[in-house]
């Protein structure tokens, strides 16, 4: 959290996973497309709280406010998002099962 020490930063390489690219790309996508600004994304992972920090993963954290700017501008609704959601876990937990 802001101002709080977060204690020795790790300096050895990490390589990205894919989703977590896609997560990169949609930020700066809506970004650029004026659907949030940077200060939106900080309120929403500030909003998470402390424990936030420690349970999950920087792009779990930055994935979850994208989503909560994204709804709070109106773009789709929580409900519209479970319902796709719901649509994409049918399609198999793997690409080649969705391609089936």
């Known amino acids: 959290m802001g101002g709080q020490s977060a204690g020795p930063i790790p300096m050895e390489g990490h390589d990205f996973a894919l989703w977590e690219k896609r997560v990169d790309a949609l930020m700066v996508l ?32 930055w994935i979850a406010a994208t989503n909560q700017n994204l709804i709070e501008a109106g773009v789709y609704s929580l409900e519209e998002l479970g319902q796709r959601m719901e649509d994409i876990a049918k399609r198999g937990a793997t690409y080649g099962e969705a391609q089936a």
């Open 30 to 61: 809506c970004g650029a497309k004026g659907l949030f600004t940077v200060d939106g994304l900080r309120r929403a992972l500030e909003d998470m709280g402390e424990d936030a920090f420690e349970k999950y993963s920087y792009y779990d954290r």
